[in-house]
């Protein structure tokens, strides 16, 4: 998939089929959460998957926003160095890995962001390390409206040369 592309139609996906994701799959995601660009080339993230059913549901409970893990074939939780620029470079990283799960048929999205302890000690991560988010990842449930977002029009964000300035 072109990369416009798929950043154009990424959508968050939060119900699935029961249809597991080929190792594959998960390897590409991976590795395109590894291959991402950090602040200093500092990779402060570590990447936990999640497969058992028990666990997921139990993610599912403690993470009051993410109920829908509970239902995923996979989540991967994504835990950060306590340094400065970890959350920046764990988001690209989580980008990196949805975008990859879209160009394969996948949907997930990003869930949570405040202090997940719970989380990190359901998965023996260590204390050192915290919980930035979960990414439940499967086949869609139902057809994803292609690009189909709601966003501010780029006349309310983007500028010419100065502030305020329209681009046309
Ligand atoms: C930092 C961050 C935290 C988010 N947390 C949650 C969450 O806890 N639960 C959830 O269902 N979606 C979560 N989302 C997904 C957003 O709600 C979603 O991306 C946004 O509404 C736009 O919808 P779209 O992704 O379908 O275009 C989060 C997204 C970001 C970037």
């Known amino acids: 998939m072109d990369v416009f592309e798929?950043?154009?139609?990424?959508?968050?996906?939060?119900?699935?089929?029961?249809?597991?994701?080929?190792?594959?799959?998960?390897?590409?995601?991976?590795?395109?959460?590894?291959?991402?660009?950090?602040?200093?080339?500092?990779?402060?993230?570590?990447?936990?998957?999640?497969?058992?059913?028990q666990t997921l549901q139990r993610l599912g409970e403690l993470v009051?926003?993410?109920?829908?893990?509970?239902?995923?074939?996979?989540?991967?939780?994504?835990?950060?160095?306590?340094?400065p620029f970890a959350v920046s470079d764990a988001s690209r990283a989580i980008q990196s890995m949805l975008l990859a799960a879209w160009a394969d048929g996948l949907g997930g999205n990003w869930v949570g962001f405040a202090p997940m302890s719970e989380v990190g000690a359901l998965l023996n991560i260590p204390e050192s390390l915290e919980v930035l988010a979960l990414l439940?990842?499967?086949?869609?449930?139902?057809?994803?409206?292609?690009?189909?977002?709601?966003?501010?029009?780029?006349?309310?964000?983007?500028?010419?040369?100065?502030f305020g300035e329209p681009f046309e």
Do not use: C, M
């Open 136 to 162: 439940p990842i499967g086949y869609p449930a139902q057809a994803v409206g292609q690009g189909k977002k709601q966003r501010k029009p780029l006349s309310e964000v983007a500028h010419h040369e100065r």
């Open 64 to 83: 009051r926003s993410g109920a829908h893990v509970a239902h995923a074939p996979l989540a991967i939780a994504v835990a950060i160095e306590k340094t």
């Open 6 to 53: 798929a950043i154009r139609t990424l959508l968050s996906v939060r119900s699935y089929q029961d249809k597991p994701v080929p190792e594959e799959s998960i390897r590409r995601i991976l590795e395109a959460g590894r291959l991402t660009g950090s602040a200093k080339n500092a990779q402060p993230w570590q990447f936990v998957v999640v497969q058992e059913r």
